[in-house]
């Protein structure tokens, strides 16, 4: 295991990091799950600064990230990215799953992110498979650790048991 990634369960919204990434949906407004753990917990700045970026550049789409400041949580801020809804992994969703990490990571490095905390996005509300989501998460994060020095940690929140067990095989 890369020495800079971690592993908790727990919830993400607590996380006093640079960045925490939320597992958010293409219109960037928000909805259940951690998307709205973390709008609950932050306040409504982070839903204006979506707000512009949509009248910007009109969302997110899936495997892209953008990034806000946190409001009132601990974390300075948060990269919103949209994962793939599984559909019988017919629609490239792993190489949209690995997009969403990795794109997020290079907007973290944009931002001078030094440490980042994920949730295990797509496995909620989008189904994605756990086992193979948590594989890919790792793969994408391990893989973009090792060309890039200027992240210094990564932790993977888990939220859920299955998660938290199934990411403590792995790492
Ligand atoms: N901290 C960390 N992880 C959490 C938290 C939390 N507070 N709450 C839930 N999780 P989901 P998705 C975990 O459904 O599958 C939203 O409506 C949860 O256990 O939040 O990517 C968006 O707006 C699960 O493992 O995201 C989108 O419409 C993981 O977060 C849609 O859901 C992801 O579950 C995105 O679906």
């Known amino acids: 295991m890369n020495k800079r990634i971690k592993l908790i369960q727990g919830d993400i919204t607590q996380m006093a990091v640079d960045a925490i990434v939320n597992a958010a949906n293409s219109s960037l407004l928000g909805g259940g799950g951690v998307d709205g753990a973390i709008h609950r917990a932050g306040g409504k700045t982070i839903l204006e600064e979506c707000q512009l970026i949509r009248a910007r550049q009109g969302g997110c789409k899936t495997g892209e990230a953008v990034i806000t400041t946190a409001g ?8 919103h990215t949209v994962g793939p809804v599984w559909n019988k ?51 994408t994060v391990t893989t973009f650790l090792e060309k890039n020095e200027s992240i210094k940690e990564v932790i993977f929140v888990c939220f859920d048991t299955e998660n938290y067990e199934l990411y403590k095989s792995l790492l």
């Open 89 to 139: 992994g017919n629609a490239e969703e792993e190489r949209l799953l690995s997009n969403a990490y990795e794109n997020s990571l290079r907007l973290a490095v944009e931002n001078n992110v030094r440490t980042i905390a994920f949730p295990n996005i797509s496995t909620g509300i989008y189904h994605f498979p756990k086992n193979k989501a948590a594989a890919i998460a790792i793969q």
């Open 72 to 79: 009132n949580l601990p974390a300075r801020y948060v990269i």
